[in-house]
């Protein structure tokens, strides 16, 4: 079965860090983009961070440039999510997105499997 599964979220202070995971089952992971996306209450689902197959680009939101970062392990199947100075504004659900073949940093309506999301909530 085809699956993305996210973990790693949960409730910071500002300042504070935490690292999210998507482990990929059902496919290679490594043959697909992948991209970070987040929705906070009454938003619309915004995309923060991407990564191609090999890892070697990257994209970030102007947002969470300098403070968040993309990685993948190909070999385990992973990709994660390192966050640091985590902001107030940061709470949202996370998820990870699979790209369609080829692409990397598709966007939101290219996405063809999603994973069911991980809350982070920042507050003090």
């Known amino acids: 079965q085809l699956q993305l599964v996210e973990s790693g979220g949960g409730s910071v202070q500002p300042g504070g860090s935490l690292r999210l995971s998507c482990a990929a089952s059902?496919?290679?992971?490594?043959?697909?983009?992948v991209g970070w996306f987040r929705q906070a209450p009454g938003k619309e689902r915004q995309g923060v961070a991407c990564i191609n197959r090999s890892g070697g680009e990257t994209r970030y939101a102007d947002s969470v440039r300098g403070r968040f970062t993309i990685s993948r392990d190909n070999a385990k199947n992973m990709v994660y999510l390192q966050m640091n100075s985590l902001k107030v504004e940061d709470t949202a659900v996370y998820y990870c997105a699979r790209d369609p073949p080829g692409q990397y940093c598709s966007g939101y309506q290219a996405i063809d499997t999603w994973g069911q999301g991980t809350q982070v909530t920042v507050s003090s």
């Open positions: 059902g496919f290679t992971l490594a043959d697909r983009g």
